[in-house]
């Protein structure tokens, strides 16, 4: 089945731990990207990477990595972890290109204390 | 820079009547993809339809209909025969050209959410 898998789903932390949420795509995709989504302000893209080993940031990189070693993983890494970072977070996939839908994992839930 | 506006937070809809949710958007791309996401409760995010900018005529899915009008900037979904399994968040997004920079990104509007109600 083709999908976009995220570890964990739900992640209770304290500041300043630092935590991996793996994403991993079986679409042979080239395109992935990190969301964040937060009440109001709808999804906001952290990073991408347009293939293995090119990643850039998105609208709010701030507190985050990433790395792209290879094609099918794009996992998320945040060094020191803070309340405001407390949100739903989306890894997404896809072909390159306008007309390419992303496909979504199913949603980090992360809890920040 | 884009940036998709969708000017109502909520809706509300009876079972079988036809619904549209708005979308404006602003950008100065030639080429450019309108795409609607479904959002339940349950968290996933749900692929609805796609609308290219150079699309001449109007996406169709099913029961979703994109009705695109390119000189307004706007991308409205309509929902004909809303069930009860529609009630959901609704966002419409927009993902730039590959060779127009911006890393083919999708950028999204807040959303609107829809209760259809019996």
């Known amino acids: 089945e083709a999908q976009v898998t995220q570890n964990p789903r739900y992640l209770i932390t304290v500041t300043g731990k630092k935590l991996t949420v793996t994403c991993s795509q079986n679409?042979?995709?080239?395109?992935m990207s990190w969301y964040r989504q937060d009440p109001g302000l709808g999804l906001r893209q952290i990073y991408y990477?347009?293939?293995?080993?090119?990643?850039d940031k998105g609208d709010v990189p701030e507190g985050y990595k990433v790395s792209r070693k290879e094609k099918r993983n794009f996992p998320l890494i945040l060094e020191s972890p803070s309340p405001n970072q407390t949100s739903l977070y989306f890894c997404?996939?896809?072909?390159?290109?306008?007309?390419?839908?992303?496909?979504f994992g199913p949603g980090t839930r992360l809890t920040v204390l | 820079a884009q940036k998709i506006t969708q000017t109502q937070p909520g809706m509300f809809v009876q079972e079988k009547e036809a619904v549209t949710l708005d979308c404006t958007y602003d950008?100065?791309?030639?080429?450019?993809?309108l795409f609607w996401y479904k959002q339940p409760s349950s968290g996933e995010m749900i692929f609805l339809i796609y609308?290219?900018?150079?699309?001449?005529q109007n996406a169709t899915e099913g029961r979703y209909s994109l009705n695109f009008q390119k000189a307004r900037k706007s991308a409205n979904l309509v929902i004909s025969a809303s069930q009860l399994g529609d009630s959901a968040m609704y966002f419409c997004?927009?993902?730039?050209?590959?060779?127009?920079?911006?890393?083919?990104?999708?950028?999204f509007g807040t959303g609107t959410q829809l209760k259809v109600e019996l």
């Open positions: 997404a996939s896809s072909f390159s290109g306008t007309n390419n839908e992303q496909f």
């Open positions: 679409m042979n995709h080239e395109y």
């Open positions: 990477s347009m293939n293995v080993e090119v990643t």
């Open positions: 950008t100065s791309d030639p080429s450019y993809g």
């Open positions: 609308q290219g900018s150079y699309d001449q």
């Open positions: 997004a927009m993902r730039r050209d590959l060779f127009t920079g911006g890393g083919n990104k999708l950028t």
